[in-house]
């Protein structure tokens, strides 16, 4: 069909012209290629146009009416016969979006020529105009709304493709092929220009907001079952099943009607041997509930339409091929098995082939982008494709697994997954559902892979049939839940590529995705109203937790059960169905951005490492509009000979413990982290105030050392009032650049080790300070208001000591109450020369350990505290002890019981309270398993290294970016 020709038909008289706002228009491209052959117009009592065309991938197409354009609605698109052809809605919406938004320019001509465009680019994957980089250079500019491209390609010698996506303002120009970045080069002469002449005339360059040059890179990687050593029994599994849960099986495959030939091997689905290791969802087909009127993307290797098992729930409308460029993104190399074996977990039809899906009557589409080398700008328009219609993408794929790792999708792809959470779904948010990754035997992490740590995916785990973790599953703060997928002996059973194929070894957390993709899939056909943020409460809310005697588990401040390898356990698809049909929508997102915190501290080896405390208050929170948090992020610099010995913790006020960043033995890097951003979940329905306290450590004492630079504490959540709300800017590059712009502090540190540490490191904490006016942390602030610089302790020499920990609360402090506190520096002089002898002390007792996290506690006096309270206190918050302080308000009254606080949340920590009087403590690891050595570190993959290492940055310009930063619309709030 790809080459069809075909006839619209519309109960309104059309006319095609050349349009003089083509921002406005899918695509004006002088070299379109679409062939219309014949345009027949009849004006008959209703007025109907013809329009007949050849269909190309390559289009341009201006269509427009004289009337209004409600008639437009009625059209049908006939084939060559002239009958109607079965609708294809989100074609039809294309067309008719093309035709408004052309009607709204206005302006009409008599078509010539020229001006037969294609309706083929509005015909679905119209927007997608084949590339030949081999030819040509390809830029993608951001404008602002007053800016017309068809002007700055003028201006540029470029020509203009088209938008971009879905991604408003954005579009694709192509130039012939140079070495440098043209685009860049002109914006900056003209930026030069315009500066030294003082021009004020408006240039259309001065419409560019951004421009990026666009590179084919290699495709991410699947997460596809890894190859273990030894013989592979994955078929082999021969377990016989319980007798009765054989017959409850048998009962309800005939009461649905069940005659797939697999179906009694989908253990996934119906266990028969291990009774309960499945995913629950038998009895939601048994109510009907079947994934109706809900439809699946899988973002992959392609589909294949044409197996007897998908053909019937394939959605082709909201299907494209990014790779080849077709319409049809079906397998076309021998190992593009991999999508089609995820689309049949989701949606593999009820009939006579293989099994069947966990939502066998919902809808599948795909978009191809793993099978050949792609541009940042592809995978953002793959990743918005057709969004009203595709509510759920599967995407089973990401950066290496190779435990060294660090790397992160563009700034393209980014402002993809936001404008698909705000504008997806008409509003209600794409679902993106990643798998974790397969690269736990190597000590990988899913915080280093910037897909699964985004908050706008929901990140699954894997779980094999006897619901162990497999070796091959990657955990981070990051995971949300986890199921089923191959492990002890057996795989997925699935469908697989072919008319009539099925396979027995789909595996790895890539089959894992698809199968909670599947079960969303479920929740929306019962609740299509769901946002993208209502899913993860629910998916949070009605995990099942596993393996409680594996000691992952900490319960969290609202009494949940987290754990970084299972997140909130496994999912079951009828308790999250049953919960959704009555779900009440969660308010609009709001967030809290602290400033930058300056640390600048050298990373002591060992059992030591530096702790650093922000405090949070209410005020801030009230100001953000921030009521509970769902998402922490925490984005961080450091630089450090080894990435793989560093490792990062965050304790929350509540005192729950995210390993947001962990050791990996593989990893080598010498980058450090640039700006990588790490998320965390563990922190889900957390009020937020109190301090928050990170603590980063370097657990090989050996010639690799590093330097924590700075760090920055992002909460995310629902908002207080939902009438203030509001949508978040888009990303851009220079996002993370405001180090300097903002009021720090710096911290005093102190490092303390914690006896002997059980088998990891064992912590320290350091104290830290804490900035200043955290709110709004702009250029505005001034850095005078505080900060001391504290002496940096420094110690890591001698005799271990503990130290305050961590858990230093810091405390906001009013611009009055500085005064004081410039007065207690003093105090924080003979503070620190007597904690020498505190510490010596205080080491004796012995520690208790958190039940939940295994970190222990010293206490600091209050004394020790309201020193430590005074010099933090400079401009801002001080950082008190964590815990400590509590009933110690002092002077300023500015010492916040961070540790009161957070039992005053939960309940579920009142046994720990009366630990923490003091303020610090010494913190521990977790034994083995989860937390112990952790390095991290971030790297942006070796993709973002080759950006930057080819120059590549550059090409990122913004005009203004750094002079004339003006463009607020593209600069997050900072609150
Ligand atoms: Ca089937
Ligand atoms: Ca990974
Ligand atoms: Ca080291």
Redesign the pocket.
């Known amino acids: 069909m790809s080459t069809a020709k075909k006839v619209w038909e519309f109960k309104t008289p059309l006319s095609i012209a050349k349009s003089t706002r083509q921002e406005h228009l899918p695509r004006l491209n002088q070299n379109c290629d679409v062939g219309i052959t014949k345009i027949s117009t009849r004006t008959d009592n209703e007025n109907f146009d013809t329009l007949e065309v050849h269909k190309s991938a390559s289009a341009c197409c201006l269509v427009s009416t004289h009337r209004p354009l409600a008639g437009i609605d009625d059209y049908t698109r006939r084939n060559l016969h002239g009958k109607p052809e079965r609708e294809k809605n989100s074609r039809s919406h294309e067309v008719l979006q093309a035709i408004k938004l052309y009607h709204k320019t206005g302006t009409m001509k008599v078509w010539s020529a020229t001006a037969l465009l294609g309706l083929a680019a509005l015909a679905g994957a119209s927007h997608i105009v084949p590339r030949n980089y081999e030819a040509n250079d390809y830029y993608v500019l951001h404008l602002d709304a007053e800016t017309s491209p068809v002007e700055v390609a003028r201006s540029l010698g470029l020509s203009h493709e088209g938008p971009l996506g879905e991604l408003k303002g954005h579009h694709i120009f192509a130039a012939r092929k140079e070495e440098h970045d043209i685009v860049k080069r002109e914006l900056t002469q003209r930026k030069r220009r315009k500066r030294s002449l003082g021009i004020t005339e408006r240039h259309p360059l001065d419409g560019v907001l951004f421009s990026e040059k666009q590179k084919l890179r290699k495709p991410w990687e699947k997460r596809i079952l890894p190859v273990r050593p030894g013989p592979a029994h994955l078929s082999k599994y021969q377990d016989v099943g319980v007798d009765s849960a054989v017959r409850t099986q048998a009962d309800i495959a005939q009461a649905l009607g069940i005659k797939d030939p697999i179906f009694t091997e989908q253990w996934h689905l119906f266990n028969t041997v291990q009774l309960g290791h499945d995913v629950n969802v038998t009895s939601l087909w048994l109510e009907g509930i079947t994934g109706k009127n809900a439809t699946v993307a899988i973002v992959d290797d392609g589909l294949d339409m044409y197996s007897d098992d998908l053909k019937d729930n394939y959605y082709a409308a909201g299907s494209y091929d990014f790779n080849d460029k077709t319409e049809e993104p079906k397998p076309r190399l021998s190992d593009d098995r991999h999508g089609t074996r995820c689309a049949g977990e989701v949606a593999a039809g009820k009939n006579n082939v293989c099994g069947v899906g966990v939502a066998y009557d919902a809808r599948i589409s795909a978009q191809r982008i793993l099978s050949k080398l792609i541009s940042d700008a592809d995978e953002a328009v793959a990743m918005n494709y057709d969004f009203d219609h595709n509510q759920i993408y599967s995407c089973s794929w990401?950066?290496?697994?190779d435990g060294k790792?660090m790397d992160a999708p563009g700034i393209l792809i980014k402002r993809a997954m936001l404008n698909a959470v705000q504008n997806g779904r008409r509003g209600l948010g794409s679902i993106y559902v990643f798998a974790?990754?397969?690269?736990a035997m190597r000590e990988?992490?899913?915080n280093?892979?910037g897909y699964?740590n985004s908050i706008y995916s929901i990140t699954v785990g894997a779980i094999d049939r006897k619901g162990e973790h497999p070796y091959y599953s990657?955990k981070c703060s990051a995971g949300l839940v986890v199921t089923y997928s191959s492990g002890s002996g057996d795989a997925i059973h699935t469908t697989d590529v072919g008319q009539n194929s099925c396979t027995k070894d789909h595996g790895g957390t890539s089959a894992a995705a698809p199968l909670a993709a599947g079960i969303f899939a479920l929740a929306l056909g019962v609740r299509p109203d769901l946002t993208w943020r209502d899913m993860q409460y629910l998916a949070m809310d009605t995990a099942v937790p596993i393996n409680d005697h594996d000691g992952e588990w900490q319960t969290t401040a609202i009494g949940k059960k987290f754990s970084h390898t299972y997140g909130y356990g496994k999912i079951d698809s009828y308790a999250i169905v049953q919960a959704a049909k009555t779900w009440k929508n969660v308010k609009p997102q709001a967030w809290f951005y602290s400033p930058w915190i300056h640390v600048n501290q050298d990373i002591p080896q060992g059992d030591k490492g530096i702790a650093v405390g922000f405090e949070v208050t209410e005020d801030m929170l009230k100001e953000a509009n921030l009521e509970r948090i769902e998402h922490v992020t925490v984005t961080m610099n450091l630089k450090h000979g080894r990435r793989g010995e560093v490792s990062v913790d965050l304790i929350s006020p509540s005192q729950v413990v995210s390993h947001l960043s962990v050791t990996r033995q593989y990893d080598d890097s010498t980058e450090g982290y640039d700006d990588w951003t790490f998320m965390s979940v563990a922190h889900w329905g957390e009020k937020g105030v109190g301090t928050w306290t990170i603590i980063v450590k370097d657990s090989a004492i050996n010639e690799n050392k590093g330097t924590f630079t700075d760090w920055h504490l992002k909460l995310w959540g629902e908002t207080r009032d939902a009438s203030k709300a509001k949508l978040l800017p888009m990303p851009t590059e220079e996002d993370d650049n405001d180090h300097a712009n903002i009021a720090t502090t710096s911290v005093p540190a102190a490092t303390t080790s914690v006896g002997h540490a059980p088998t990891n490191a064992a912590p320290d904490a350091t104290l830290t300070d804490v900035p200043n006016r955290p709110t709004k942390p702009t250029k505005s602030a001034s850095p005078g208001s505080g900060t001391g610089e504290a002496e940096p302790a420094e110690s890591s020499a001698g005799p271990p000591s503990t130290w305050l920990p961590s858990f230093l609360p810091t405390f906001g402090v009013s611009a009055a109450t500085q005064v004081w506190i410039y007065g207690s520096l003093v105090l924080i002089v003979l503070f620190c020369s007597g904690l020498g002898v505190y510490f010596w002390l205080a080491r004796r007792k012995r520690m208790r350990q958190n039940p939940r996290n295994d970190y222990e506690f010293e206490m600091l006096r209050e004394e020790e505290a309201e020193g430590l309270a005074g010099s933090g206190g400079v401009g801002g918050a001080v950082m008190g002890e964590k815990g400590g302080a509590r009933g110690k308000r002092t002077k300023g009254g500015e010492l916040y019981d961070a540790f009161a606080g957070g039992s005053d949340d939960d309940d579920d920590d009142g046994d720990d309270d009366d630990e923490f009087d003091g303020a610090g403590a010494g913190y521990r690891d977790q034994p083995s398993g989860s937390g112990s050595g952790s390095g991290s570190s971030p790297d942006r993959g070796n993709r973002e290294k080759t950006r930057r290492d080819t120059g590549e940055e550059e090409e990122h310009h913004v005009i203004g970016d750094s002079d004339d930063s003006g463009d607020e619309e593209e600069r997050p709030l900072r609150r």
Request: net charge negative; proline share 12%.
């Open positions: 990401g950066p290496p697994d790792s974790s990754g397969n690269g990988d992490n899913c280093f892979d699964t990657e």
